[in-house]
C-alpha cells in the first residue's frame, strides 16, 4: 500500500513539473517566425493597411527586411502587456528621400493603442523605444500630447537640445510629447547618416544588436546589448500591440520573441 501510495505521490509530482514546463513554453511567443509576417499587417502612410507595393516588407533568409523606401510600420495583430520583448537586428546599407543623408531611422512603438495612422498619418499612438544612429535606447510618448500617452524617468538637470537625459540616480520629469533621451547620447550628436557617438553602444554598420524591452505593469525597462539605457515608470497606456517602423533606412530583424511576465 505504501509502495502504491508513493508511486501515486510521484506520478502527480512529475505531472506537475510538466504542467509547468508546458505553461512556460505557453508563454513565450515567437512574434517572428523566420519564414513570412504571419501575425502582422502593414500600414504605409497614403496606402493604408496591406498594401505594399514597393515591397517595403519581406522576409528575405530567415530576417525580416524592412526598406525603409516609405513611412511605415509592420504591426501585431495581437496586443500585448507584462512582457519581454527581445529583438536582434542590424542596420542595412540603403537610405531614402527625405533620409538619404540623415541618421538611419527606426523604431518599436509599444503599447499602440487607437487608429492606425492617427499619429501623422504613419503610426498608431504609443511609447517609443527608439532605433536611431546615435540615439537607440531615447524614449518617446507619440501621442495626442494627452495624459494617455505619457512616461515618466529620472533625469539630468540639464536638458539636451531640449530633451530631457535618462539618469538612474536624478529627479523625475514627465513626458506627453518628445523624447527622453538615453544615458550616453552624445551631446554633439547631428542627425547625419553614420553618426557615431564616444558612448555609443550600438555595432557598426552590419553587425547584430541585441535589444531587450521589459515593459511591467507601469515601467518600460530598455537593455542595448547588454546595458541598460532607460528606465521609464508611470507608463500610460499599460498594454496595446507592437509596431516596428519604416522611416527612410534599411534595417533587418533576425529574432522578434516576446516572453510573458506574471
Known sequence: MKNRLLSL?????????????????????????????TGWYTYLRGKGKN???????????????ISGEDFGCITTNEAFENYQLEVEYKWGALTYPPR???????????????????????????IECQLIEGGTGDMLAVGDGSTKF??????????????????????????????????????L???????????????????????????????I????????VNHATNVTPQRGRIQIQSEGAEIFFKQVSLTSIK
Open 100 to 126: 538619404e543623408k540623415n541618421a538611419r531611422d527606426s523604431g518599436i512603438l509599444l503599447h499602440s493603442t487607437g487608429a492606425d495612422g492617427a499619429f501623422s498619418g504613419i503610426w498608431m499612438y504609443s
Open 51 to 65: 498594401i505594399d507595393p514597393n515591397h517595403v516588407f519581406t522576409v528575405q533568409k530567415g530576417q525580416i527586411r
Open 221 to 228: 525597462t530598455i537593455y542595448l546589448n547588454g546595458k541598460l
Open 150 to 187: 505619457s512616461l515618466t524617468c529620472p533625469v539630468e538637470k540639464e536638458m539636451q537640445d531640449k530633451s530631457y537625459i535618462f539618469n538612474p540616480n536624478g529627479e523625475p520629469a514627465t513626458i506627453n510629447s518628445g523624447r527622453i533621451n538615453w544615458y550616453g547620447r552624445d551631446p
Open 9 to 37: 505521490i510521484l506520478i502527480v509530482l512529475s505531472w506537475g513539473i510538466f504542467n509547468e514546463d508546458v505553461l512556460a513554453q505557453q508563454s513565450q511567443n515567437q512574434l517572428f517566425n523566420g519564414k513570412d509576417l
Open 189 to 219: 550628436w547631428k542627425d547625419d547618416k553614420g553618426f557615431r557617438g564616444a558612448n555609443d553602444l550600438e555595432k557598426p554598420i552590419g553587425k547584430w544588436n541585441k535589444l531587450r524591452v521589459v515593459a511591467k505593469g507601469h515601467e
